[in-house]
């Protein structure tokens, strides 16, 4: 089980609130650290983006509290309602779902166990929870960021292995078809995470002016990256569906599928070891060219079946999208290894890949 850097930094915020609550000399220091359980961020900007909303939320859920105490008491009933109202009223202001659980720890914590003089009660409960709120706030701010772009990266290439190797497998019929059924499952999945990942890394601000560039052209590298590896994702499950209609077409047009697969495939790996600094240089000319006439060889291969009457025109049709997402990945193949090519050609000392060695 790998200790990511969010653990680490629940765990300093909560030692940083306690504290910080005992030294003010404050009762129940354990809320403080409740709420800063809830405050941790995953990165910078979501800790600044989202710092405002969970103090006007909580300030929602602490005035609420207070008015249906006073008016009403502190019936099981009551704070039932009053969190009902808070939610509501958060959701019309538009603010931040993850704001919302922390604001129910105020309603209850105040309105747990009133006294006499309940405003003071109420006022120093609110304030344990700011000092986890801006604890939390603090940590992130100091702590060291999360390595996205690692992260990304190592993500993206898992990825694209895994997908690359059931799609080899498949077209040399030695796939196990209930494990790759599994696989594609767990991928997709994989795939919802990456795209959490890039989100993250691309809302990420980079707080000086001689990264901005570099980090807007890593953005979109990473992001024609995750299209990259989509579109062999969607050939390989094209393929999976469609299996019998391709393993049913002419052995000559099987073979130019398989090879053009291969060789768009150690493309594709080939690019992404360059961008990780493993390859120095582009594709041979040779290469690329057998890449097109592959595609040439390819597309009026399959053309002219069109005509002949040993393949129906259903058959025809349902193995159309196979093809054309084959050309597509070979499209989107270009434009990432161009990419990648600027990248190491202009504004080198601005151009610093941070991909480091996978943690094990």
Same mark, same amino acid.
């Given at each position: 089980?790998?200790? +990511?850097?969010?653990? &680490?930094?629940? @765990? $300093? ?6 504290? =910080?609550? %005992?030294?003010?000399? /404050? !009762? ?44 009403? +008491?502190?019936?099981? &009933?009551?704070? @039932? $309602?009053?969190t009902v109202i808070?939610?509501? =009223?958060? %959701?019309?202001?538009? /603010? !931040? ?110 707080y000086f002016i ?126 990432l290894d161009h ?22």
């Amino acid at each position: 089980m790998k200790l +990511g850097a969010r653990i &680490f930094k629940t @765990g $300093l915020a909560i030692i940083l609130s306690l504290y =910080i609550a %005992i030294w003010i000399g /404050l !009762e129940n220091p354990s809320y403080a650290a409740l709420a800063a359980t809830f405050a941790v961020q995953p990165s910078i900007h979501r800790s600044f983006q989202t710092i405002l909303e969970q103090i006007q939320a909580n300030i929602i859920g602490a005035v609420l509290a207070v008015i249906f105490v006073l008016t009403f +008491g502190p019936e099981p &009933f009551v704070v @039932g $309602l009053v969190t009902v109202i808070a939610i509501a =009223i958060i %959701i019309k202001l538009k /603010l !931040e779902a993850s704001t919302i659980p922390l604001a129910i720890v105020t309603i209850i914590i105040i309105m747990e166990s009133p006294v006499d003089n309940f405003i003071e009660f109420a006022s120093f409960r609110f304030l344990l929870i700011l000092i986890g709120v801006f604890s939390a706030f603090i940590v992130n701010m100091v702590f060291i960021p999360p390595r996205y772009e690692t992260k990304l990266y190592h993500q993206v290439v898992e990825y694209t292995e895994q997908t690359i190797q059931w799609t080899i497998l498949l077209l040399s019929r030695d796939a196990d078809h209930k494990a790759m059924r599994k696989d594609l499952s767990m991928l997709h999945e994989k795939m919802v995470k990456l795209e959490n990942l890039f989100l993250l890394y691309k809302e990420e601000r980079n707080y000086f002016i001689k990264n901005k560039y570099s980090k807007a052209r890593k953005v979109v590298l990473f992001k024609q990256m995750i299209l990259s590896s989509q579109k062999i994702s969607t050939i390989l499950k094209n393929m999976e569906r469609r299996e019998n209609e391709l393993f049913h077409m002419p052995e000559n047009l099987q073979e130019l599928i398989r090879d053009q697969l291969r060789l768009l495939t150690d493309y594709h790996n080939r690019i992404l070891l360059r961008y990780a600094g493993k390859v120095n240089s582009q594709p041979s000319p040779e290469v690329l060219e057998e890449i097109d006439e592959g595609k040439t060889n390819l597309m009026e291969s399959y053309l002219e079946l069109y005509e002949q009457a040993e393949i129906s025109k259903e058959e025809w049709l349902h193995l159309l999208p196979i093809i054309s997402h084959i050309m597509e990945y070979e499209e989107k193949l270009e434009h990432l290894d161009h990419l990648v090519d600027s990248f190491f050609t202009y504004h080198k000392k601005d151009n610093k890949v941070l991909v480091q060695k996978e943690e094990e």
